[in-house]
C-alpha cells in the first residue's frame, strides 16, 4: 500500500527547479538529483552549517542564468549552468562579500551574506557556453527573503556569487539538478 501511495505522489512530480521567476509559489513534492533519483523537497532547510560537494573530474562549466523562486517556507535561487560535468560547490555564511582575486570588497544588500562558490567552472571561452548577461544583482519583489543575487567572474576553476539574505542567517540546503545541470539553494524563510 505504502509503496502505491508513493508511486502516485511521486507520478505528478516535476524536477523540482521551480525558480523560473518567483511569481509562482508552489511547493514541490519531490526534487531530482543529479544521479537521477527522487528524495523529497525540504519542507524547511533550518540547517545553517557550510555544505560542500565536490566536481566531477570532467566539469567545465558556465552559469547561464539565475533565477529567483518562493516557495512554502523556503526561497529558491537556481543557477543555471552550461558545458559539461557536475558542479561542486562551497556555500556558506560570510561576514563580508570579498571577490576571489582581486580582494575588492563587494557591496551585499540585506542582514546576511551567503557566499556561493561553485566549483568545477570554465571561461566561457573554454566551455563555448554564452555566460549569464542578466542583471547584477538579480532580484525579484515576489522573493522579499532574498535581497539580491551577486556575481562575479570565474576565478581559478571558480565562480563566486553572494546572496544578500534579508534574515539573520536562515537555514539552507544545496542540490544540484540534471538535464539542464543547476545548482540551486533553498533558503528558509526569515
Known sequence: ???????????GCDDGDNGGGGSTPSTPAATTSATGTLAE?????????????????DAGLTVTGIRLGRQAGFDRIVYDLGGKGTPGWIVQYVDRAVQDGSGKPIDVAGNSILEVQILGSAY??????????????ATDPHVPGIAGVYRTMVFEGTTQSFIGVNGDRPGFTVTTLSNPTRLVIDVDHP
Open 1 to 11: 500500500m505504502a509503496l502505491v501511495a508513493l508511486t502516485a505522489l511521486l507520478a
Open 41 to 57: 523537497a525540504p519542507s524547511s532547510p533550518r540547517d545553517t552549517a557550510p555544505k560542500r560537494g565536490t566536481a566531477s573530474g
Open 124 to 137: 566561457p571561452f573554454d566551455s563555448a557556453v554564452t555566460p549569464y548577461a542578466g542583471p547584477d544583482p
